[in-house]
């Protein structure tokens, strides 16, 4: 059984950076598609950045584009979500996520079958 653990958030001000990651336990090669998902207080959750382990293919929502890097690390089984020039509306609790699918269907929950059980990002102003 897939179990994913989250660090690395914290507290930064705004234009800051942190680097989240994430270990991978009982690792399934089914689960060919990882990604970070995050909330924000009274918001959806929404689809951060996804990669596709079988060709190292990713995806970001519009809003981190150029500023958040997803990658994996497949020595340690890890997943990194670097996050640069960090803004307030980053503030949000980011789970990490794997599934199945080959990340066919984008940055949607309809792929994951497995959730981290989080870490918070705030970022002051």
């Known amino acids: 059984q897939v179990r994913l653990v989250e660090s690395g958030g914290g507290s930064v001000e705004a234009g800051g950076s942190l680097r989240l990651s994430c270990a991978a336990s009982g690792y399934n090669s089914r689960h060919n598609c990882m990604g970070w998902f995050r909330q924000a207080p009274g918001k959806e959750r929404e689809g951060v950045a996804q990669i596709y382990t079988g060709t190292g293919g990713t995806m970001y929502t519009d809003s981190v584009k150029g500023r958040f890097t997803i990658w994996r690390d497949y020595a340690d089984n890890t997943l990194y979500l670097q996050m640069l020039n960090l803004k307030p509306e980053d503030t949000a609790m980011y789970y990490c996520?794997?599934?199945?699918?080959?990340?066919?269907?984008?940055?949607?929950?309809?792929?994951?079958?497995?959730w981290g059980q989080g870490t918070q990002v705030t970022v002051s102003s």
């Open positions: 996520v794997a599934g199945a699918g080959g990340c066919a269907s984008g940055l949607s929950e309809a792929w994951v079958d497995v």
